[in-house]
């Protein structure tokens, strides 16, 4: 466990600690503000902040194989965590929002761009990162315009976008988007 300065600190070391593993790691919620550990098999390691406070924990391996699982450990670490009074920087920048997203009135032919906007709250953070799940076999790109929306077949395409702040707190927003019948694509 380290004591940084600030939370922003803390994050910023985690940020750059992250870019170092060499190992598949997963979102934990159940250590500290903000954790990941690896992900399948025992749980050999784990990284994460609690307020101004950073920590790392990992097994000792043995021919590339992990021994132990930090399980009971991070339940532990977890409430030792809890019991301190982490150094808090204020009240926290809320999260990106989406305000609402700007489309035509109808969507693109199956295969053709329908072009949108994203409005986002400007009180809130900025998102560094975007990330598009579509149903629908549709896919988005992002341009130096916008978005644009490429479906693969009519009917309704539901989209979340997925954005993440400086300080690795993330959010979504949902929206649907209806194709229309009998349009052919390209």
Same mark, same amino acid.
């Given at each position: 466990?380290?004591? *940084?300065?600030?939370?922003?600190?803390?994050?910023?070391?985690?940020? #750059?600690?992250?870019?170092?593993?060499?190992?598949?790691?997963?979102?934990?919620?159940?250590?500290?503000?903000?954790?990941?550990?690896?992900?399948?098999?025992?749980?050999?390691?784990?990284?994460?902040? *609690?307020?101004?406070? !950073?920590?790392?924990?990992?097994?000792?391996?043995?021919?590339?194989?992990?021994? !132990?699982?930090?399980? /009971?450990?991070?339940?532990?670490?977890?409430?030792a965590l809890r019991a301190t009074v982490p150094l808090d920087d204020g009240a926290p920048v809320p999260l990106p929002r989406v305000l609402g997203v700007e489309l035509p009135a109808a969507?693109?032919?199956?295969?053709?761009?329908?072009?949108?906007?994203?409005?986002?709250?400007?009180?809130?953070?900025?998102?560094?990162?975007?990330?598009?799940?579509?149903?629908?076999?549709?896919?988005?790109?992002?341009?130096?315009? #916008?978005?644009?929306?490429?479906?693969?077949?009519?009917?309704?395409?539901?989209?979340?976008?997925?954005?993440?702040?400086?300080?690795?707190?993330?959010?979504? *927003?949902?929206?649907?988007?209806?194709? /229309?019948?009998?349009?052919?694509g390209r």
């Open positions: 466990v380290r004591r *940084y300065e600030s939370p922003a600190q803390a994050r910023a070391a985690l940020r #750059g600690a992250l870019a170092q593993v060499q190992a598949t790691l997963s979102r934990r919620a159940d250590v500290g503000d903000l954790a990941f550990g690896t992900a399948g098999g025992p749980l050999s390691y784990v990284i994460g902040t *609690y307020g101004n406070l !950073g920590f790392v924990l990992r097994t000792l391996h043995a021919k590339q194989k992990a021994r !132990g699982d930090l399980a /009971p450990l991070v339940r532990g670490l977890d409430e969507a693109g032919a199956v295969g053709s761009a329908t072009p949108f906007q994203l409005s986002f709250d400007p009180a809130g953070a900025s998102a560094v990162a975007l990330a598009f799940d579509c149903s629908a076999d549709a896919s988005v790109l992002q341009t130096e315009e #916008g978005f644009e929306l490429y479906p693969a077949r009519p009917g309704p395409v539901e989209v979340t976008v997925r954005f993440v702040t400086a300080d690795l707190r993330a959010g979504s *927003y949902r929206f649907t988007l209806e194709v /229309p019948a009998g349009s052919t």
